[in-house]
């Protein structure tokens, strides 16, 4: 470095020497180009129009190292005549010859001759006019310094800061590695590129450069070996540890932390079908882990419970059959005795992962197909039995049902219910398949483009059903004699109010008087109006979500996104609702239970209906009404099933 900057220093006195020969006069010193240059308000602008200033300050300019070489030192071509004529780029490598050829060949250098202006050049890493020693602690390009100068341009050092390294590097360790150690300094290449520091081909011996004592356990390890065959899916250093977020494996966050070992790290691969299919043995070792004695633990948090690296080691694992393997049944009682005091020869008789469902481990195989079978008999029989028992009960009450003499629902207004019911079942089923297409329950549905086409037909279908029956709704309502008195008696009364809070006060025992209702109660009446108020919510964002390229011919695309969210949510909300609320009286209420038949045979005895509406049965008293008589008002309602 010494004999370098002195064979700088004597070029560049050479060059001011030769210049003001040429010249024929002295070349201008600091203070006369400060005369322009010391004022802050200098600028031009460059070739792509930006304006860019042309000030140096003084101060600054007497720290640099180059501040003995004066303006021209570098700036070639300066002289009395004022810049008559546009002075040439500052060229470095007349004096950093080494450097600018490195850079020339290095990625940056390399997108500069392509023409990308925002790759960075020398004063960009260097600085122009403050350009500091490497050893100073003032140099953007100080050890200390370099991820904060790299990361004006790298968002990723973000990363880096808060991982083990950064970490220590700002508590003043300067032996933690930085950018420049693993990417180098001018002439750093592309991860792709097979001689770059970070090719996965090379990051192993890059990171061994400070972790020297795994150098030698990897190269002996089946991933390593796989690297050095070239195999693309051998995992290297970054892939198990991280790039620049790396932490100690301490921390909950880690990668390496044992529970995410188990749980994301080595599974990753190790559960990934596509690496299954082509080396045929990968996930039949890590998804019995997952599921056995171990995995469980320490998938519930317990970071005692053994991981995949305390059995298997972490930077020198070996296959099973190698007698250096730490699981080769020979070393398994030593490796096993890590956390099984005394652990003896028997721990290695039998398989290390269990998987219930090979051959290979008989007991456990046979244990599991006997006892599904165990199951499948016991529990089957149980259900037939006790299916019986509600058969039995449900003939009952469907009898006393179809016997009722009070008429509650029109055999029309039966069929509108199941449509109903059959429409919202599909809506729900085909609009949450689409938003949660990788479940369980519906993959049978999106597996392919075939199947999540036709959900996409059925949930239109569906739709253009639950439309015609609300317009056969509203229509009836407007229309028909029936229809316009059971609207009336289904909006609230005054007398709801004091109903809701008898109804609490009888639960609990505090009132031995039960509410008395109309033709409809207040759940009948909250569920009537939440069924016109969510329906017409659902149809209204659901055109634009059907026709969305219409209509985002005239309403911005905010408008349509909210549409979607509405749509969304209240899908949720009418979905629980049915749940919670309307299968509650439907199936479980225990007046109900196993099932409310009105919905199926429209009609109530006259003790039921006398219990449930004792209002409007003495109205009904005193009308003389009957079953198979046409009332003046009738006390059926249409979209409710008691």
């Not at 030192?73 to 500052?90: N, Q, R, S, Y």
């Amino acid at each position: 470095m010494k004999r370098n900057a002195k064979s700088c220093i004597f070029l560049s006195l050479t060059l001011t020497l030769g210049f003001l020969f040429a010249s024929g006069g002295f070349a201008q010193t600091v203070e006369e180009c400060l005369i322009c240059h010391g004022d802050k308000s200098l600028t031009k602008e460059d070739s792509t129009g930006k304006e860019i200033s042309l000030f140096v300050d003084e101060s600054v300019f007497a720290k640099s190292v180059h501040q003995m070489l004066n303006c021209v030192g570098c700036h070639v071509g300066v002289g009395a005549d004022m810049h008559e004529t546009t002075p040439g780029l500052v060229n470095c490598g007349v004096c950093h010859a080494e450097a600018t050829e490195l850079y020339q060949t290095g990625y940056h250098g390399q997108k500069r001759l392509e023409g990308v202006t925002d790759a960075p050049t020398c004063g960009d890493c260097h600085s122009y006019h403050s350009i500091r020693s490497a050893d100073d602690p003032e140099a953007e390009i100080y050890r200390g310094n370099q991820p904060k100068m790299c990361g004006k341009c790298h968002g990723s050092f973000r990363k880096y800061l808060q991982s083990v390294h950064g970490l220590e590097l700002a508590e003043g360790n300067l032996g933690m590695p930085v950018c420049s150690d693993c990417h180098r300094t001018h002439d750093l290449k592309p991860a792709f590129d097979p001689a770059s520091l970070s090719h996965r081909s090379n990051i192993a011996s890059t990171c061994t450069q400070c972790h020297p004592g795994v150098e030698e356990e990897y190269s002996e390890d089946v991933h390593g070996m796989a690297v050095k065959k070239g195999d693309p899916d051998a995992p290297v250093c970054t892939d198990c540890h991280t790039a620049h977020a790396i932490k100690p494996s301490s921390d909950e966050t880690s990668s390496t932390f044992c529970a995410n070992l188990s749980k994301y790290t080595c599974t990753y691969c190790h559960s990934r079908e596509r690496l299954y299919e082509k080396y045929g043995y990968v996930s039949r070792k890590a998804t019995p882990y997952i599921d056995m004695y171990h995995g469980v633990g320490v998938r519930s948090g317990d970071t005692s419970t053994a991981s995949c690296v305390s059995c298997h080691t972490s930077h020198n694992i070996r296959p099973e059959d190698d007698p250096l393997s730490s699981v080769n049944k020979e070393n398994l009682p030593q490796t096993c005795g890590q956390c099984h005091e005394g652990a003896g020869p028997k721990y290695a008789m039998g398989s290390i992962h269990i998987d219930p469902t090979s051959k290979k481990d008989p007991g456990v195989f046979w244990v599991r197909k006997i006892y599904l079978l165990l199951i499948v008999l016991t529990i089957g029989g149980m259900l037939a039995h006790n299916g019986v028992i509600m058969i039995r009960y449900a003939r009952e009450r469907y009898r006393e049902a179809k016997s009722g003499r009070v008429i509650r629902w029109k055999t029309e207004e039966i069929v509108w219910h199941f449509l109903l019911f059959l429409s919202f079942t599909t809506l729900v089923i085909t609009g949450f398949a689409f938003r949660f297409p990788d479940s369980w329950w519906s993959s049978w549905m999106t597996h392919s483009p075939t199947a999540f086409a036709a959900r996409g037909v059925a949930h239109r279908v569906a739709g253009v059903l639950f439309i015609g029956l609300f317009a056969f709704s509203f229509f009836r309502s407007g229309f028909t004699k029936r229809g316009r008195q059971q609207i009336i008696a289904k909006f609230p009364v005054l007398s709801d109010t004091r109903n809701v809070t008898q109804n609490i006060l009888h639960s609990f025992g505090l009132s031995s008087k039960p509410p008395e209702f109309d033709r409809y109660d207040y759940t009948e009446k909250a569920e009537y109006w939440a069924l016109m108020w969510g329906g017409f919510v659902m149809i209204v964002t659901g055109f634009p979500l059907w026709f969305e390229t219409f209509f985002l011919g005239f309403i911005p695309k905010w408008l349509l996104d909210v549409a979607k969210a509405i749509h969304y949510y209240e899908a949720w909300l009418a979905t629980l609702a049915i749940l919670v609320w309307h299968f509650f009286y439907m199936f479980i209420h225990p007046e109900n239970y196993p099932i409310n038949f009105t919905v199926l045979t429209g009609t109530m005895t006259e003790e039921e209906y006398m219990e449930k509406h004792p209002i409007d049965y003495e109205k009904m008293i005193a009308r003389g009404e009957l079953i198979g008589e046409e009332p003046e008002e009738l006390p059926g309602e249409m979209e409710e099933s008691s």
